[in-house]
């Protein structure tokens, strides 16, 4: 009996022991998380990555030879470089170019030439041969013109239309040798053209050999003036390297980075360029050299966005100058810029995780006599911190977890706070009495 009654009661103290440990979990889990409004200075900033670059820099180009349109060379094979990187001075080697091409071209424009001058000197004897005729029929009318004078001459006692026929053989005879030298001045400008013509196209393909000539010999590319060479990309994109195909229209073989003048570029998301602006601050980190902070200022913002790869998104290219000189810098170094966009004082503003959303609708839960939804409307915000400027006041109690059972919690637009705001300001003007925030939910 009394062991009966012994399991009875630990039983009973079983499921009491139960039912208190469930209570106090319960309380636990809606244990509520607070914080104040506070009033004071809010500093916004935007993060990116970028890559840093030279602001300013030489191109390291294709001889400029090959752009000339007598040339007719429109792409050229790299055949050696030095590694990217390396420090050179000026006049050193950078890289040979095909010289196999140039080879065949030259060639090819040299049989041209030849063939070219073969076609004027046929020219000078067909115009020598050609003049030689013309002149002969000149003399041949002079001859025609004085036998006919003679004649004329003689038929001074012979009947009037004997003379009058011997008057119109000498005249035809004339008109005759005026129309052959005409003839002769008109052979002779018609020859002159053919052979200006000639040697125009001997002299062009002369060019286009001495140009040649002078492409073969700017083969071997040097660098310039000093610097650390960077390779560009081609026409794909692709990093110049052996083997790489450069044309007239893409000519940039490498640069030379002036390594005293530094940028960040990075990409701001359309999100957050509204807040970006020329001369804005930018603290920067180098990746490869944690620790290293840098100062430096936004010099560039892009009017026009370009889309993520794979997204929807649009970014927009913003360049950093990088203040002062570091001889750690390299191009190409990962940075990280944390761009001060603003600093705003004496603003009401709470953790972020204390301003919730629905509908485009922002609100907090205010805890004053209870649990209020209370509307807000909200400012500048940064990673942790938003700014609340209407809806709240400075030491007014939010929670920043969601409590349960909302839809039976009240809600107050930010309308109605600031009119009770301003009759609190009004009751402390007329008693001078300090004003007391928690009057303002009732």
Known sequence: ???????????????????????????????????????????????????????????????????????????IKITDLIEE???????QYIATLDHKVIEEVLTTARLELEAAMVVIEDA????????????????????????????????VYESPSVIKKAEMEVSK???????????????????????????IDFRLKQKRVDDLLKLYDALIIKAPKPGMVIYARDRFGIKIQIGSVLTPWSPIIATLPDMTKMISETYVNEIDIAKIKVGQKVTLSIDAFPGKELQGEVI???????????????????????????????????????????????????????????DSTKYVYLKKNGVVKQIVDTGEENEDYIVLNKGVMEGDLLLLNEPEK????????????????QKLKARKNATSQPMDSTSVAK
Not at 85 to 91: A, K, P, R
Not at 126 to 154: F, G, M, P, Q
Not at 173 to 197: P, T, V
Not at 334 to 354: C, H, K, M, W
């Open 300 to 358: 560039s913002v892009a009017n026009i966005g370009q889309p993520m790869p794979k997204s929807d998104s649009k970014v927009f290219l913003v360049n950093i100058r990088v203040f002062g000189h570091d001889p750690d810098l390299k191009p190409a170094m990962t940075t990280g810029n944390l761009i001060q966009t603003g600093v705003y004082n004496d603003r009401l503003f709470v953790p972020s995780e204390a301003v919730f959303e629905s």
């Open 124 to 155: 000078k004897l067909d115009s020598n041969l050609s003049l030689s005729n013309y002149r002969d029929l000149i003399t041949n009318s002079r001859s025609d013109v004085e036998e006919r004078k003679i004649v004329l001459a003689e038929s």
């Open 406 to 421: 909302t839809e039976d919690i009240e809600t107050k637009g930010w309308e109605i706070y600031q009119e009770q705001l």
């Open 85 to 91: 990187g390396s420090v050179v001075d000026s006049g």
């Open 1 to 75: 009996m009394n062991k009966k009654r012994l399991l009875i009661i630990s039983g009973i103290s079983g499921i009491l022991v139960f039912l208190f440990l469930m209570s106090f979990w319960s309380k636990s889990g809606e244990e509520e998380i607070t914080c104040k409004v506070k009033r004071g200075s809010i500093q916004v900033k935007v993060h990116t990555s970028g890559q840093l670059e030279s602001e300013n820099s030489e191109n390291i180009l294709l001889p400029s030879v090959l752009s000339t349109q007598n040339v007719r060379v429109y792409e």
């Open 173 to 199: 005879a004339e008109r005759k040798l005026e129309q052959d030298i005409k003839g002769l001045g008109m052979r002779q400008r018609q020859l002159n053209s053919q052979m200006e013509r000639r040697n």
